[in-house]
């Protein structure tokens, strides 16, 4: 029996790395996704098509509890089981301070910080019964260095996500390690829009002078979900590049 592994938010960018690193490590993946449907089963099919695992797609906000459980739900009914949870959903709404509306904040939350609650609690009452399981959230290094006011929304909503990652961990010891990891800048479709100027600056600013490939914060993921990593918990991980030096 292989191993199941929800990564939410997994269309695209880290989520779909991720998707595609777990499936070469043997797990059946859950690709989770909101509107972005062909892209989703397009994921599937390459999965499918190179890798002897089982593969579910599943549309789902993960803002909204009733979506949030009827997803756990069909993966439990379809698997048996679920032993890892990639909490990866995101959103980001970059604005000036001043264009900055509470609306903004009521979704950024909801999706970021709230989401990532909703299915860690749906998904760990059925970890908790097996008494196994571990749980990744993916922050950002915006919610530890507070350093970019058009991102204050998103940077306070993955502050939160770090703080409910230990808050989850004591929750759900011994049984479930629960850990974040705190990506930099990653070549994601979410970054391919910004300006060229900014991008070479902040590219100064890292050791390594490049943004990291989705791919490289995936096996990150992955190794957190692995027994190699069974001594870690409670942890944030910061995967930047040497931004922060």
Request: charged share 25%.
């Amino acid at each position: 029996m292989n191993p199941v592994v929800l990564v939410t938010g997994s269309s695209r960018g880290i989520g779909r790395a991720t998707i595609i690193e777990f499936a070469k490590k043997g797990y059946d993946v859950v690709i989770n996704y909101v509107s972005r449907k062909e892209e989703a089963l397009a994921l599937k099919k390459i999965i499918e098509d190179d890798y002897p695992v089982q593969v579910l797609a599943i549309p789902a906000d993960v803002s909204k509890e009733e979506e949030v459980k009827n997803m756990v739900e069909e993966i439990i009914q379809t698997f048996g089981h679920i032993d890892c949870l990639v909490n990866n959903a995101g959103i980001a709404i970059d604005t000036t301070f001043e264009e900055k509306t509470v609306e903004n904040f009521r979704r950024t939350f909801d999706v970021n910080l709230i989401g990532t609650f909703l299915v860690s609690k749906y998904v760990g009452k059925y970890m908790q019964e097996k008494k196994q399981g571990t749980i990744i959230n993916i922050s950002s290094t915006n919610g530890i260095d507070t350093i970019y006011p058009e991102s204050l929304d998103y940077d306070a909503s993955k502050a939160g996500v770090i703080s409910l990652t230990k808050n989850l961990a004591l929750q759900y010891a011994p049984d479930i390690r629960v850990n974040s990891i705190a990506p930099g800048w990653v070549l994601t479709e979410m970054n391919r829009d910004l300006d060229e100027k900014f991008v070479e600056s902040e590219k100064k600013k890292c050791l390594l002078k490049r943004f990291a490939e989705p791919e490289e914060i995936a096996k990150v993921v992955v190794f957190l979900a692995s027994s190699d990593a069974s001594y870690i918990n409670g942890e944030v991980i910061r995967v930047d590049g040497g931004f922060h030096v």
